[in-house]
């Protein structure tokens, strides 16, 4: 090699998504592209000493909802504090493309409802500066971001847009309508739409109540927009089911799958009411592959777990009458009243009732935790304080009421609700390792006052290859090949997640034995001032987008060469070749 790279990576010990054995080697970066792999003689214009450093690729996120984000922010963090360099978002037939100015608020309501995040966030935030899911995109095209950030079309979204209050009551559709729904479909991926996603869980409800406007849609209604789609090019069919309906849904859905040879890709967890069912849902999807059907699991990195505290959307004590009626005060004013006697008294005398709202669980104080620092997401069943409070002879309730008074009312307790019916992540160990699996479900962007997971990657690296103790762990190869190559092949993205010449300059140098999550922390950075859930993560030395380093020592630079990803990029033929 004669030219000069722009950039060299030197000596780093590179783990280069192919699942191979880790070796040291320098990396030369030119024009935004990979040109050598090895020992590469020529000085670059900018070097990265890498020495004892862990480089690997960018990882790729399949699973996010920035679509509100991207449209007020060039920073699409946390994602890209945790080494991804491109994220896909639109998941879970959510979105704000389509739509007519009249169901600006409905949408909003829907997001609202589904992802946790504040309508006032999103109502100053979103310009609305398009209708169509093309005009969504040609805006999107021409703003710059510290990362990739690619878009599917919103199943949601495109119902309201051409059915109205017929598609949001949830209503069947129509011939016509599906033709309609089609037509926009097949508008969408011809603008770069990577996908399509829909939902049908009874747990996405607007912030008023009503079900998500998917969650019923027809077989065919589902087959004519997968068919649209598919016939413009590779697309991907991403869905969310219940548990209450699975047995009838993912048949139909792999039905359609196979009936339109779209590939299709969806989320799996164990929960407690059934802890076995994710087995049978894995064998399904290895019989449908063994059938040429194209078939991605997404597993989340450890529990699904939702963050209870006096600052956040959700606590043990938010039906309690007492609590109530001081729930409206700010929070210093609210601590202030909650510190008195009387109150405590009054509030831990009164019981939880159930509500109507999908994340609020009656307190199960044998599935609720003190994450403690460094957070601790796999404690064994004696670390609840239901166990707690029988060793110290009190209520559990005693314990969360004082855990969420400490750091001045910002104390906060966990509840996995998700992949940890075990008391432990052996499930999620067995679900990784499926071949037809990726790392997914990180929802960044979401649940900012209740979940906070768009850590999964750094969470990928620090426990499942250094940190675990309570089972087996997963090697640096595994891994890193699952959240980077294995990621962007199961969303069409051939060109990115291998360190090789020919691919793209997205790469992580991390101080591997450095690097560290903190425990989550509300800040209030979004639009007029609005709360979400961010964890402080320390060890990536550089994060590299199309060979310009956006992050450097945990601080962004204020580089922003990320850009909207317009359909597949590469080919599956160029991809092996190169990576080979």
Not at 167 to 182: E, F, H, I, L, Q
Not at 520 to 543: E, F, I, N
């Amino acid at each position: 090699m004669t030219s000069t790279p722009d950039l060299v990576i030197r000596g780093g010990t590179v783990a280069d998504g192919k699942g191979g054995d880790l070796f040291e080697a320098d990396v030369a970066i030119a024009g935004g592209r990979i040109t050598e792999v090895g020992k590469v003689a020529a000085k670059g214009k900018e070097e990265i000493d890498a020495r004892g450093k862990l480089v690997t690729p960018g990882f790729v996120d399949v699973h996010t909802h920035y679509d509100g984000q991207v449209t007020w922010s060039q920073d699409i963090t946390p994602s890209s504090q945790n080494g991804v360099t491109t994220a896909i978002m639109g998941n879970c037939g959510v979105g704000f493309a389509p739509c007519r100015p009249a169901d600006h608020v409905r949408l909003i309501q829907l997001m609202e409802g589904v992802e946790d995040i504040p309508e006032p966030v999103l109502s100053a935030g979103i310009p609305w500066a398009w209708e169509s899911f093309p005009d969504y995109m040609e805006w999107l095209s021409k703003r710059s971001f510290d990362m990739d950030i690619g878009a599917q079309l919103p199943h949601a979204a495109l119902r309201v847009y051409v059915m109205g209050e017929r598609g949001a009551r949830r209503d069947p559709s129509t011939s016509d309508d599906n033709k309609a729904m089609a037509a926009l479909a097949a508008d969408a991926v011809r603008a770069g739409a990577l996908g399509f996603s829909t939902s049908r869980t009874l747990n996405h409800r607007t912030s008023t109540g009503d079900f998500t406007p998917t969650l019923k849609a027809g077989e065919d209604e589902l087959t004519a927009i997968a068919a649209a789609m598919h016939a413009q090019g590779r697309s991907v069919l991403q869905f969310v089911l219940d548990l209450s309906t699975i047995d009838e849904d993912l048949p139909m859905m792999l039905r359609v799958a196979e009936n339109t040879k779209i590939p299709v890709s969806f989320s799996i967890t164990q929960n407690d009411k059934a802890p076995q069912r994710w087995r049978q849902t894995l064998d399904t999807i290895r019989e449908a592959s063994v059938r040429g059907l194209s078939i991605t699991a997404q597993i989340a990195a450890r529990p699904v777990g939702l963050m209870l505290g006096l600052e956040l959307s959700r606590n043990p004590f938010q039906t309690h009458p007492s609590y109530q009626a001081i729930a409206h005060l700010p929070l210093a004013e609210r601590l202030a009243r909650l510190r008195q006697p009387e109150v405590r008294k009054s509030i831990l005398s009164e019981h939880a009732t159930a509500t109507d709202d999908p994340l609020f669980f009656r307190p199960n104080y044998d599935k609720m935790y003190l994450l403690g620092n460094p957070p601790d997401y796999e404690q064994p069943p004696e670390n609840t304080l239901g166990a707690q409070a029988k060793r110290e002879g009190k209520q559990p309730e005693e314990l969360a009421y004082d855990a969420m008074l400490t750091d001045d009312g910002r104390g906060m307790l966990y509840v996995p609700f998700l992949n940890y019916a075990d008391g432990n992540l052996d499930a999620v160990s067995e679900m990784l390792r499926d071949p037809n699996a990726v790392p997914g479900l990180s929802d960044g962007g979401a649940h900012c006052g209740i979940i906070c997971d768009a850590s999964f990657p750094t969470y990928l690296l620090t426990h499942w290859t250094r940190d675990r103790t309570r089972g087996e762990k997963l090697s640096i190869p595994f891994v890193v090949a699952a959240q980077s190559r294995k990621t962007a092949l199961s969303v069409g993205l051939y060109d990115r997640g291998v360190i090789a010449p020919g691919f793209k300059a997205d790469v992580n140098v991390i101080d591997y034995d450095r690097l560290h999550l903190h425990p989550p922390k509300v800040h209030y950075d979004l639009p007029v001032g609005g709360r979400r859930l961010m964890q402080q993560v320390d060890g990536y030395d550089a994060t590299i987008v199309s060979g310009v380093v956006t992050q450097r020592a945990g601080n962004a630079t204020g580089a922003r060469p990320g850009k909207l990803v317009r359909g597949t990029q590469g080919s599956k033929p160029q991809f092996d070749a190169a990576a080979s």
